[in-house]
């Protein structure tokens, strides 16, 4: 997701200095946005936009920021919630309440570029599982859904200043933001050629990063990655 996608972010704030401070940081890391200042209008909003992600910012509202992120789950929108501190205590219990990801301030826009491509990764995960189990499986692979299911659903990602982004899911907070949006075209199963086109940089320079991938995975093929990112490696 970024430049190369015409699917933009959404800014749910209440604040619009906050709001454009938001918007010329997403502008510099390559990100698209619209904005919203109502949470009650995020849903809509979403929905006209095509928007694959929303950023939630409402300072002194943490629940109503947690009912908004759980309404645009249910719409196929991933959700960062930002804030302070407060938000390191938030649970993970519930997969399905509250947002895919928490960044806490202060963050730079490397922090926030990471954060969007790990989640974006995570909602093709989820879209893989959603299309697998919906059809009949038997034996290795519908064991292998199972478990890829339970493993996303104990997933969050944590993002501050002291680091990167920070998850449950296996592996995804080893990867660079550039790695991280590499690996998110390869869940889609598109290819070096492609990749490259998409964002601009040249076929070496993908290869690059994928064998990077592949050190940081102890995979040996982009198969392995792939499987390996979307928890089916065997351990």
């Known amino acids: ?16 200095a906050l709001t454009t401070a938001l918007a010329q940081m ?18 809509p909003e979403a929905r006209a936009h095509h928007a694959e992600v929303a950023l ?11 009912t908004t992120a759980t309404d645009l789950r249910a719409d196929g929108v991933a959700s960062i919630v930002i804030g302070g501190s407060e938000l390191q205590r938030m649970g993970t219990a519930d997969r399905h309440v509250g947002p895919d990801a928490v960044l806490i301030r ?21 879209a893989l599982v959603a299309a697998a189990t919906t059809s009949t499986l038997e034996g290795d692979l519908a064991a292998r859904i199972r478990a890829l299911a339970e493993a996303r659903r104990a997933t969050t990602v944590l993002c ?36 490259s086109r998409r964002l601009s940089i040249s076929p070496h320079t993908v290869r690059n990063h994928i064998k ?3 050190r940081k995975f102890s995979v040996h093929s982009q198969a392995e990655l792939v499987d390996r990112l979307m928890g089916q490696a065997s351990a």
Do not use: K
């Not at 997701?1 to 619009?16: E, K, Q, R, T």
């Not at 002291?162 to 290819?191: F, K, M, N, T």
């Open 26 to 43: 997403l502008r510099g890391a390559g990100f698209e946005s619209e904005r919203c200042s109502s949470p009650h209008a995020a849903r």
């Open 160 to 195: 501050g200043a002291g680091g990167g982004a920070h998850c449950v899911y296996p592996g995804l907070d080893l990867l660079s933001p550039r790695e991280a949006e590499i690996a998110r075209w390869l869940l889609q199963g598109q290819r070096v050629p492609a990749i």
């Open 106 to 126: 202060p963050f730079t826009s490397s922090h926030l570029s990471c954060v969007i491509n790990v989640v974006c990764l995570l909602s093709r995960i989820d």
């Open 56 to 66: 939630i910012d409402l300072p002194g509202q943490l629940p109503d920021a947690i």
């Open 212 to 214: 990077a991938m592949f």
């Open 1 to 16: 997701m970024g430049a190369h996608d015409s699917s933009p972010v959404l800014l749910v704030a209440s604040d619009s």
